[in-house]
C-alpha cells in the first residue's frame, strides 16, 4: 500500500505560479508511474502530467508549456510546477502512483489538493 500527501495546492492569481508536491511512503524507484490528475465537479478525473521511473514525461494538451513534472527520488517526491495559470486550472488536482505486478496493476491516490486561480 503506498500512501501519496499532496501540498501546495492554494490561492493565485492568473498569471501566477505554484509548485505541487506528492510524497510517497515508499522509494517511488519501485513505482513505474507517479502522475498528477486534476478533477473538477460533476466532471471525470483528467490527466494533467505523468512521469515514468525511466524519467519520461507526457502532458495533457492544456497544460503543455505551462507545467513541469519531476521527480526527486531521494526525497521520495514528485513535483508540478505550475506556471502561467489559468481561471480553469481551478480544480482539485490528485497524485497518482501506479505499481505494476506480475498479475495486473495498483493504482493509489493522494486526498487531493484545491488548486484556485483567481481571474
Known amino acids: 500500500q503506498v500512501q501519496l500527501v499532496e501540498s501546495g495546492g492554494g490561492l493565485v492569481q492568473a498569471g501566477g505560479s505554484l509548485r505541487l508536491s506528492c510524497a510517497a511512503s515508499?522509494?517511488?524507484?519501485?513505482?513505474?508511474?507517479m502522475g498528477w490528475y486534476r478533477q473538477a465537479p460533476g466532471k471525470q478525473r483528467e490527466l494533467v502530467a505523468r512521469?515514468?521511473?525511466?524519467?519520461?514525461?507526457n502532458y495533457a494538451d492544456s497544460v503543455k508549456g505551462r507545467f513541469t513534472i519531476s521527480r526527486d527520488n531521494v526525497k521520495n517526491t514528485v513535483y508540478l510546477q505550475m506556471n502561467s495559470l489559468k481561471f480553469e486550472d481551478t480544480v482539485v488536482y490528485y497524485c497518482?502512483?501506479?505499481?505494476?505486478?506480475?498479475?495486473?496493476?495498483?493504482?493509489?491516490w493522494g486526498q487531493g489538493t484545491q488548486v484556485t486561480v483567481s481571474s
Open positions: 497518482n502512483a501506479h505499481k505494476v505486478r506480475r498479475d495486473g496493476y495498483s493504482d493509489y
Open positions: 512521469i515514468t521511473s525511466g524519467g519520461m514525461t
Open positions: 515508499e522509494s517511488i524507484f519501485s513505482i513505474n508511474v
